[in-house]
């Protein structure tokens, strides 16, 4: 989708919107086909990005948490940005 490809794009505020916006969506419902690029925003070198990406993780629920995404999760207490760490 073209939410998904935004999150590689070259402007940070444009990745972060992207992962805001599929979080948003996916209250509704996973965006599966999302959870991949999410996981990879993870390791963005925004921080921005990366909070997004933890929030729209968040909002999917049980639909995102995979094994993968909860090891992710429990090493971003290690996350240098308390932002990030809150998610």
Same mark, same amino acid.
């Given at each position: =989708?073209?939410?998904? %490809?935004?999150l590689?794009?070259? &402007? &940070? +505020?444009? *990745? @972060?919107?992207?992962? &805001?916006?599929?979080?948003?969506? =996916?209250? %509704?419902g996973?965006? &599966? #086909?999302?959870?991949?690029?999410?996981?990879?925003?993870?390791? %963005?070198?925004? =921080? %921005?990005v *990366? #909070?997004?990406?933890? #929030? /729209?993780?968040?909002?999917?629920? #049980?639909?995102? /948490?995979?094994?993968? +995404?909860?090891?992710?999760?429990?090493?971003?207490? @290690?996350?240098? =940005?308390? *932002? +990030? *760490? @809150?998610?």
């Amino acid at each position: =989708s073209q939410l998904v %490809n935004e999150l590689w794009g070259p &402007d &940070d +505020v444009v *990745r @972060q919107e992207a992962c &805001d916006a599929i979080g948003k969506i =996916s209250r %509704n419902g996973a965006i &599966d #086909e999302a959870i991949p690029d999410l996981i990879k925003a993870l390791e %963005n070198e925004n =921080s %921005n990005v *990366r #909070e997004c990406a933890y #929030e /729209a993780l968040g909002y999917m629920g #049980e639909k995102a /948490a995979t094994k993968e +995404v909860l090891a992710i999760v429990i090493n971003a207490l @290690q996350e240098e =940005s308390a *932002r +990030v *760490r @809150q998610y």
